[in-house]
């Protein structure tokens, strides 16, 4: 395994929609093995194809698994997800606003509305069709990989963004209690 180089938005990589993988072979596994490592360096908890330089759709997804975030995400929390072509086949009507970051985009964090639960298809690393679904923190994950896809980035649908050194003072003289529920944000 290795450790890719993460591509910021001034490669166009990671504006385009990326293609859709139908070799399950050595490249893709290493591919898939080299992404995990890297997520988990990072540290982040989610990583799309594009964002090593590879336009192909792919992503990995790792909520942590602290003692903190076992209470959060329960037995979702250290579960490594490998999911090939996948697609949101149902959403949640419920949206929740969080506030995202991603490892192509260090420094910022974004305000971004998302389903509360959605029902993900796609491949697992044999190739082999599943389901997952999720909800909550990894509803949000799964959604925001998904978009890296087709080049989207949370700062496209973002209601606010702003630099991790810019916000703090303001945020708690005029809103303590908005983002109090939600998990310290991490970076995918
Ligand atoms: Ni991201």
Redesign the pocket.
Known sequence: MAIRDIIKPDNPILRKKAHKVTNFGSDFQKLADDMVETMIKAP?V???AP?VAVSQRLIVVRLPDDEESKKEYGDQAGVVYVLANPEIIKASKEMVEGV??????PGYFGKVDRHESVTVRGQDRTGKEIRIKAKGWQARVFQ??I??LDGR??IDIASDVWREDEKDDADEETQPDTNAQQPTPS??
């Not at 995202?100 to 985009?105: D, G, K, R, T």
Request: proline share 0%; net charge negative.
């Open positions: 982040g989610g990583l799309a964002q995202e970051a991603c490892l192509s985009i925001h990989e978009d890296h980035l949370y970076q995918d």
